[in-house]
């Protein structure tokens, strides 16, 4: 189903590349060409029949084909990674959330300290991103960087349903 591959492509903004080939699979046969810009827009036209000179028609379908998602911004000598955010999404539900990171799609988790290395008065406050790290289960920087690079893109890891 196209609205299942459609919700499960990855496509943070930035890398939509899965998302807009995906697209361009699907619309191919019924457009007269197509380009891609600087910024990654697919930009398709559809020549119209003029069924009248004197009212021809012109139609724009727009949409967003991108994601909110996360990038690596450094790696952790404990082989955790740094990130920012891409898009606006609130720090508070960040904390446990699953993740893809990378072309690979290599797994891992956006975690924080153990709960008894919070003090007290941190522990009911909402965690700052900068303060969160994704967990890939490297055990240190060399093993994380065989996995993932800075600049990889990490999407939430989400199904259809």
Same mark, same amino acid.
């Given at each position: ?13 930035? !890398?939509?590349?899965?998302?807009? %080939?995906?697209? &361009?699979?699907?619309? =191919?046969?019924?457009?007269? +060409?197509?380009? #891609? ?47 920012? !955010?891409?898009?606006?999404?609130? %720090?508070?539900? &960040?904390?446990?959330? =699953?993740?893809?990171?990378? +072309?690979?799609? #290599? ?55």
């Amino acid at each position: 189903m196209l609205l299942e591959a459609l919700s499960n492509a990855r496509g943070v903004s930035g !890398k939509e590349d899965q998302v807009r %080939d995906l697209i &361009l699979q699907e619309i =191919q046969d019924h457009i007269d +060409e197509h380009r #891609v810009d600087a910024l990654g827009n697919l930009l398709c036209i559809k020549r119209a029949r003029h069924l009248s000179d004197k009212w021809p028609r012109k139609v724009m379908i727009a949409a967003h084909m991108d994601e909110i998602g996360l990038i690596i911004t450094g790696i952790n000598k404990n082989g955790t990674l740094r990130f920012d !955010k891409v898009g606006g999404i609130d %720090d508070r539900v &960040l904390l446990s959330k =699953q993740v893809l990171v990378g +072309e690979d799609a #290599v797994p891992g988790v956006i975690g924080y300290r153990p709960i008894h290395l919070i003090p007290r008065d941190e522990r009911d406050k909402a965690i700052e991103a900068d303060k969160l790290a994704v967990d890939i289960g490297a055990t240190d920087e060399e093993s994380a960087k065989e996995l993932v690079s800075v600049g990889d893109y990490v999407s939430f890891r989400t199904s259809f349903a």
